[in-house]
């Protein structure tokens, strides 16, 4: 009995683990075969790549701060996955950012 608890901790405690997945790109592509001028290199890609997630890590964290209901940020959130430099996206949070800052103007006068 106390073999079978002790197995299940471990496979629980083995499930929480987090694995980092490897981001990768793909090294030849079709534009590569006709254009290579226009392609950029790989570590090149893998750079823009990760800029790209974590520019959409960060707008969702702003995104989750903001004070808009719940349905209107599932909706931003969905949005960004879908693309991640959204006009709709930045347009809300420039909205907010703008009126923050002119009532904080406001009382300081």
């Known amino acids: ?41 790989v570590d090149r890609r893998i750079k823009l790549k990760k800029n790209r997630i974590t520019h959409q890590r960060q707008t969702k964290k702003i995104l989750d701060t903001l004070d808009i209901s719940d349905r209107k940020r599932r909706r931003l959130i969905r949005e960004l996955k879908r693309s991640p430099f959204s006009e709709k996206v930045q347009d809300i949070i420039t909205a907010e950012t703008q009126f923050e800052d002119s009532a904080d103007e406001l009382l300081e006068n």
Request: with cysteine; charged share 25%.
């Open 1 to 41: 009995m106390a073999l079978m608890v002790l197995a299940c901790g471990i496979f629980r405690m083995s499930g929480q683990e987090t694995v980092k997945k490897e981001i990768t790109v793909e090294k030849y592509t079709l534009m590569d075969k006709f254009e290579p001028t226009y392609v950029l290199p």
